[in-house]
């Protein structure tokens, strides 16, 4: 195999054995599943995303809870409004389809709620005849507090383009012998409610009040006076 050498006692040595080498650790994926919470950033994003969907979920949850108690301590009750008089000087319809109007109209807005304040931040009032707009107007803001009934009124007057076709027309003329006019309000509202020291969100209830209003010139309407009327209310 080889010369024997004389300081070497006689034995023979082969070539060094390299020490064993230790196994490297990579933080990199695993067999291609997710590695554990101190590896999540770096090897994917599904620990971050179940974080989250769980921070979310308890939101949810006591958001709920806390709406929940509020409702059981405070227990809402709908708002309730109602069209006390009307009274309609003016309502001509020309050849033209231009209608010149005036309407007076008075309400009632009930708050039943023991604990619960209403801030009217905006209202409109829109006159309708069939499913024609033919004029506006607006109530000044104000806060209603509990257990209140408040009495507002407005005017909606001018003059405006209005088409009439097929029923709605036959209605006109029907309306115009009688003296008395099917005319709807409906009411454009921008409210908050205050809970205590808590005041909400803005919402955006639809006031509809369906009337029967007689023309105060005409002679036709045998004695017809106006009714209270209740509104529909949708939240």
Request: aromatic share 10%; glycine share 10%.
């Amino acid at each position: 195999m080889g010369d024997r050498q004389p300081h070497l006692n006689g034995a023979y040595y082969g070539p060094s054995i390299p020490p064993p080498t230790k196994p490297s650790h990579s933080h990199g994926r695993r067999g291609g599943g997710c590695c554990c919470l101190g590896d999540c950033l770096g090897c994917c994003g599904c620990c971050i995303l179940s974080v989250i969907f769980n921070i979310l979920i308890t939101l949810v949850i006591v958001i709920g809870i806390a709406a929940l108690i509020i409702w059981l301590i405070f227990r809402p009750n709908a708002i309730k409004f109602h069209v006390t008089d009307a009274k309609l000087t003016q309502f001509t319809l020309g050849t033209d389809n231009n209608l010149r109007y005036n309407l007076d109209l008075n309400f009632t807005i009930r708050n039943p709620n023991r604990r619960i304040g209403v801030y009217y931040d905006q209202i409109e009032v829109r006159g309708y005849y069939g499913d024609q707009r033919f004029g506006a107007s607006n109530i000044s803001p104000f806060y209603q507090g509990h257990k209140n009934t408040t009495v507002v009124g407005t005017n909606i007057v001018g003059q405006s383009l209005v088409v009439l076709n097929g029923g709605d027309r036959g209605d006109f003329e029907e309306d115009v012998k009688s003296g008395i006019y099917r005319i709807d309000a409906k009411l454009r509202l921008k409210i908050r409610f205050k809970f205590g020291l808590i005041k909400s969100w803005k919402f955006k209830p639809k006031i509809r009040c369906d009337l029967k209003v007689p023309l105060s010139t005409s002679n036709a309407t045998s004695g017809f006076q106006f009714q209270r009327t209740k509104c529909d209310v949708d939240f």
